[in-house]
């Protein structure tokens, strides 16, 4: 009789085992089952769109100058503003010094071709245009480019 117990022990005990080492049965549906416990899918992640980037659009625009050598003052129409040396340091002005402005738009002037400071360039325009230069040609002295400006 022993040997009809230790048969029906071994024989549930081995279920039992190969039961428990076979873990998760898989069914359709991605669906889990576990032996005797219900397992539920995971929950959906959810991953936001990109958002728009907005890129402002950017405008440059450049300094320009125009110089009266007669004055050794620039002026710079975007900005409307005038650079000149006061001593030994260089100035930023809404008005030309010790001058009207009309006066000084009558007075010879050249257009420049830099976009900087004017201090980085005085001493080649100096050289290029002395205090008496004047335009070759018949508007001498007229500030032609200002006259365009006011139109």
Excluded at 44 to 52: L, S
Excluded at 122 to 128: E, M, S, T
Aim: charged content about 25%.
């Amino acid at each position: 009789m022993t040997k009809i117990k230790y048969s029906k022990i071994g024989l549930i005990s081995c279920v039992a085992v190969i039961v428990a080492l076979t873990g998760c049965v898989v069914e359709g549906r991605g669906r889990h089952r576990e032996v005797g416990v219900y397992v539920a899918p995971p929950p959906p992640v959810y991953i936001a769109p990109p958002r728009p980037v907005y890129v402002e659009p950017t405008v440059v625009v450049e300094d320009n100058y125009v110089y009266y050598p007669g004055y050794e003052v620039y002026y710079n129409s975007y900005r409307h503003q005038y650079y000149y040396r006061d001593g030994r340091a260089w100035v930023t002005r809404s008005a030309p010094p010790h001058i009207s402005a009309e006066v000084l738009f009558a007075s010879p002037s050249v257009r420049l071709d830099f976009h900087d400071s004017p201090a980085n360039h005085h001493a080649v325009i100096v050289k290029q245009y002395p205090k008496r230069w004047a335009p070759p040609g018949p508007g001498r002295g007229r500030g032609e480019e200002h006259e365009k400006r006011r139109e």
